[in-house]
């Protein structure tokens, strides 16, 4: 008889538990929207929640709202940071050296408290610019208002145009400008050159990232709650989460209103897969001596980097000094000198003994390790099946593990919560379930990060070493994954980064004993204890940080043993 091969148990393994992962879930949802009390025995067909979902007057304006809001985040953060990857990678400004590291800080400060920071500046009440110019200017009325729809585009933009930047850096960094010289040559001015090559050049990925952003922002929990709420501003999750928040929860009206926003979000996704389709139509990177060039901003580049430099300081500077001040103050005021005496690290005390606070510490850090540490291992697996073996399914596991990447949090919140609450799996209301989430959602951000690097590692190794004798899985473990290492820990680095600061699926999941950190300042927020969540914020921030810095050093040294390797 064949000997059975070790990698055939694990391509039925991982084909398994994805589809589990995936499939179950979703599911689950269709079932539950279906039917009548979805989470009682006798839950009957029916089409009674999508016709209170649909039949509903407030639909249609919650259709609309969500379309203006993600339509015009999508514009302001591309044009942000669009603007500054042309700046960081085309021109000669001065000091741009230093573009690329401060505009991904906003990365590293979770979505919540950048929300936060925003609704402290720019509150027409307690707002600290509003408050500042009020007193300067003699103004009647505050100048800004974070809760409008305006508002709520500002607050979200501001912390999504670091992922333009670095998704439209790529972009100009990969374009040979010889197209560029040859217009310049035959006459063409800089901004015609401008609107008539280099956009047309960039459409494939000036759209990518549109779609990206829209998603991304159709499934943004933490402003719509924040902000939108009090503004009666609702969108699709912001009404999932009251649905099921209500009394008793309305489980089938959130399940219809999660199908549809999974629709929506299935539909951007698929639409980025055809704009990314014939990308090779736009290739103008060749062997034929490619060089980037840079463009003379004359005696503007001074003016352009003063710019640069104002705008970090509005969009970062302000938001972070807002927190550490609201931080050191015993009860929230705007800051002003007279207030330099009052402060006190009253709330970093209380933080640290605040009970449900270590709670959340340990249960952050248990998913922060455990959920890239899974995650990663899955997909290296997943990897090497679609990349290659000769499986013929592979293209579907790849297409199931890219999925979830159109399940907004909110919507595989609920999928879970039909799921656990369902199947006689003890684990709801417990740490593992939220460890079951994480690592659906960002299974599509591990396969995208192991694939591009396994893809660069040549068959001739294994095939070296299953001529000395070699097992599959001894393969695997000291030639394959020693390799990929420096690509999985800067997929591991991410998802720690964003699993520390997840709150869309947490909010539906969570329970007594099993809150993170997240759960901690938005519950902090609506008691309206604003100093000990900016103290809470600032200690996530710093644990960030540290965190980013530290793999970032060890991902050096990664990189260096990856050379001898290959």
Same mark, same amino acid.
């Given at each position: 008889? *064949?000997?059975?091969?070790? *990698?055939?148990?694990?391509?039925?393994?991982?084909?398994?538990?994805?589809?589990?992962?995936?499939?179950?879930?979703?599911?689950?949802?269709?079932?539950?929207?279906?039917?009548?009390?979805?989470?009682?025995?006798?839950?009957?067909?029916?089409?009674?929640?999508?016709?209170?979902?649909?039949?509903?007057?407030?639909?249609?304006?919650?259709?609309?709202?969500?379309?203006?809001?993600?339509?015009?985040?999508?514009?302001?953060?591309?044009?942000?940071g669009t603007s500054l990857a042309w700046v960081y990678?085309?021109?000669?400004?001065?000091?741009? *050296?230093?573009?690329?590291?401060?505009?991904?800080?906003?990365f590293i400060i979770p979505g919540i408290l950048s929300t936060i920071s925003w609704i402290l500046l720019l509150s027409p009440r307690i707002g600290v610019l509003n408050l500042w110019l009020k007193g300067i200017f003699s103004l009647d009325k505050p100048l800004f208002n974070i809760y409008s729809l305006s508002g709520m585009i500002w607050a979200e933009a501001v912390h999504l145009y670091p992922l333009v930047f670095l998704m439209m850096s790529a972009a100009f960094r990969s374009m040979d400008m010889s197209l560029e010289e040859a217009a310049t040559m035959s006459g063409a001015g800089m901004t015609q050159t401008f609107f008539r090559i280099t956009m047309p050049l960039l459409r494939p990925a000036l759209f990518s990232t549109l779609l990206i952003m829209f998603i991304r922002t159709l499934e943004a929990f933490e402003v719509p709650a924040l902000v939108g709420l009090p503004a009666n501003i609702d969108v699709f999750t912001t009404q999932i989460y009251l649905a099921v928040h209500e009394f008793p929860p309305n489980f089938g009206l959130a399940g219809a209103l999660a199908v549809t926003l999974l629709f929506l979000s299935g539909m951007g996704v698929y639409l980025y897969r055809r704009a990314t389709r014939h990308e090779k139509m736009f290739a103008t990177v060749t062997g034929k001596g490619f060089r980037p060039r840079l463009i003379d901003l004359g005696r503007f580049r001074y003016g352009i980097s003063v710019l640069c430099f104002l705008f970090f300081s509005v969009t970062i500077g302000l938001p972070l000094f807002v927190l550490l001040w609201s931080s050191l103050v015993s009860f929230y005021e705007a800051p002003h000198f007279k207030a330099l005496s009052r402060l006190t690290i009253r709330n970093y005390k209380f933080i640290f003994g605040y009970p449900h606070a270590l709670v959340a510490f340990k249960n952050s850090f248990f998913l922060m390790f455990l959920t890239p540490t899974i995650t990663m291992l899955v997909t290296s697996v997943i990897a090497w099946i679609t990349v290659k073996s000769k499986f013929k399914g592979r293209g579907v596991l790849d297409f199931l593990a890219f999925l979830p990447i159109a399940f907004p949090g909110i919507v595989l919140g609920v999928s879970l919560l039909y799921v656990y609450l369902?199947?006689?799996?003890?684990?709801?209301g417990t740490i593992w379930i939220l460890l079951v989430a994480y690592i659906t959602k960002y299974l599509p951000y591990g396969i995208r990060t192991t694939g591009s690097t396994i893809i660069q590692i040549h068959q001739e190794l294994e095939e070296a070493a299953a001529i000395s004798g070699a097992a599959w899985g001894v393969t695997f473990r000291k030639i394959l994954l020693p390799l990929m290492m420096p690509g999985l820990l800067a997929g591991w680095i991410y998802i720690a980064m964003v699993s520390l600061r997840e709150l869309s699926t947490s909010i539906l999941l969570y329970s007594s004993g099993s809150e993170v950190l997240s759960i901690i300042v938005f519950d902090l927020w609506e008691s309206g204890r604003y100093p000990a969540l900016c103290a809470l914020g600032i200690i996530m921030i710093v644990l960030l940080t540290v965190l980013a810095f530290g793999v970032a050093k060890l991902g050096g040294k990664m990189g260096i043993k990856r050379e001898v390797w290959s």
């Open positions: 008889m *064949r000997k059975i091969d070790a *990698r055939f148990f694990i391509i039925g393994g991982t084909s398994v538990v994805l589809a589990y992962l995936v499939l179950v879930p979703l599911t689950f949802l269709l079932w539950g929207s279906f039917h009548s009390s979805p989470l009682e025995a006798k839950a009957s067909f029916t089409l009674k929640n999508y016709f209170a979902a649909y039949g509903d007057p407030k639909f249609y304006r919650l259709f609309w709202n969500s379309f203006l809001y993600a339509g015009g985040t999508c514009i302001v953060a591309l044009f942000l990678e085309r021109t000669n400004a001065p000091g741009k *050296r230093y573009f690329g590291i401060i505009a991904i800080v906003p369902l199947l006689p799996v003890p684990i709801y």
